[in-house]
């Protein structure tokens, strides 16, 4: 099948990849020609593992090619999909203009029946927008060509998204006319060969689907968070009760990690938008409300210990920082806690030394010549002449650290651990002083 993919971030080199690796003739299109020559010179210009090899795989077998040429993409494939960015307008809801400019490009040039796939994050009610301004070019010119609009949202987790996309656990598709359903059984059909996991239901209820899974994925985050701050102050260790908790079938072992809030392109904005949307509806998303505001204080959880143990004024006090990125496996800093922690260190006149595995680049483009932060090759590096460590992202390489060096290089031994990564009986018999988010 001929597939275009309009739009080469996250989502859309990701899918238009895994659809090219099962056969597929994918053409990508990106309005942003420094992305394209990226791709076209065998780089990617995002970090995901695996995809870099499945990318190149496949352009070298001539499944998978790249264009900034709108008319060609729109000729190319019976299936369009949209999966540009939804950026969070200044209200909290999601900014629909490249989706919709997708659209009307589509409608400007297509030149036979196509199928238009939102795979985009995209608020409910976003297929009939996009239909409207499909018909609306066709309109313009004179056309009777026929096409559908499919939603088929996303379930792909940074750092993990090959294996999400390739072995789903479901995949939604809101679909209507048959013809359009066909074409995405057929589509979809080389990654269910196991057993079917094609979950068919409306357009509507396929849009707010992927805004409940994160809505609920974020809730259980701030839940286990508010409950590990309650947990500390009865003295009480959040990770015995996740494991009283999540033993129960009903509940499961799934996102009940306590740690110092979560972050990236997806739960931050998806939460805000599904707010935004019962606000204009009408009903007022009081869980959610509490959702996004209990991430919001626990991004500052770590701050606050380390105000409550060296004091308010830190002029002269110098932090070394494990971890930038949101999460493991991804170079992502969007509505990182690394963001909030750093930010507040320097407000209370600290300097940090921080490594990432792989995020620091695009630290260095949200913090710009920061003087007040450096950066490390070495986790250990960070450690020389610092008051502290403060681990902010569980990346694998941090899992065993080397603890007589970390005492050693520190100027006192003093460890923050924003992800409960450690034993804290095990480090202070170490000699460091350990400071856990609801550990007791």
């Known amino acids: 099948m001929k597939v275009t993919v309009i739009g080469t971030g996250y989502v859309g080199l990701v899918s238009g990849a895994c659809l090219a690796d099962v056969g597929n003739d994918v053409l990508c299109l990106d309005v942003d020609p420094a992305k394209i020559k990226i791709l076209e010179d065998g780089g990617i210009p995002i970090h995901e593992p695996g995809l870099h090899e499945i990318v190149r795989r496949n352009v070298e077998a001539g499944r998978l090619s790249f264009t900034t040429d709108v008319e060609k993409a729109a000729k190319w494939g019976v299936t369009q999909f949209i999966a540009v960015g939804t950026p969070p307008d200044e209200d909290g809801s999601a900014d629909l203009k490249y989706v919709i400019a997708a659209a009307r490009n589509i409608g400007k040039h297509m030149d036979g029946f196509r199928v238009i796939v939102d ?13 409207a301004a499909v018909a609306e070019e066709l ?45 995405m059984r057929q589509l979809y059909a080389p ?31 701030s839940f286990m968070n508010e409950l590990a701050n309650l947990a500390e102050t009865l003295g009480a260790d959040i990770e015995l009760v996740r494991q009283g908790i999540g033993s129960d079938p009903r509940i499961g072992w799934h996102f009940l990690y306590a740690g110092c809030g979560y972050g990236g392109s997806c739960f931050p904005k998806d939460v805000k938008a599904l707010i935004r949307t019962g606000t204009e509806y009408g009903h007022d998303l009081k869980l959610l409300s509490a959702v996004e505001a209990a991430n919001e204080i626990q991004k500052h959880v770590l701050v606050d210990k380390i105000v409550s143990r060296f004091g308010e004024d830190l002029t002269g006090r110098h932090f070394a920082l494990w971890g930038l990125a949101f999460k493991p496996n991804t170079d992502d800093m969007r ?10 260190l320097f407000k209370r ?20 010549d920061e003087p007040r932060l450096s950066y490390a090759g070495r986790p250990k590096s960070t450690l020389d002449n610092a008051d502290a460590l403060v681990i902010v992202t569980e990346w694998k390489e941090f899992r065993s650290p080397d603890f007589d060096a970390i005492k ?29 988010i609801g550990r007791g």
Do not use: C, W
């Open 119 to 131: 795979k985009s994050t995209v608020p409910v009610g976003t297929a009939d927008k996009v239909r």
């Open 139 to 183: 309109a313009k010119r004179g056309s009777t060509v026929e096409f559908s609009v499919v939603s088929n949202p996303e379930f792909l987790k940074e750092g993990a998204a090959i294996e999400d996309f390739m072995r789903p656990d479901r995949i939604v598709v809101g679909a209507e006319e048959p013809q359009a359903i066909e074409l």
């Open 191 to 221: 990654f269910q060969r196991n057993h079917d996991r094609l979950v068919f239901m409306d357009v509507r209820s396929a849009e707010l689907t992927k805004y409940a899974a994160n809505a609920m994925l974020a809730t259980r985050i």
């Open 335 to 344: 509505d990182a806690p690394s963001r909030v922690i750093i930010h507040e």
């Open 349 to 368: 006149g600290a300097t940090v030394a921080a490594y990432d595995p792989v995020a620091m680049q695009e630290a260095e483009r949200i913090f710009g």
């Open 408 to 436: 050693s290089r520190l100027k006192q031994p003093v460890m923050f651990d924003g992800r409960n990564m450690y034993d804290p009986a095990l480090i202070r018999a170490e000699g460091i002083e350990y400071f856990g």
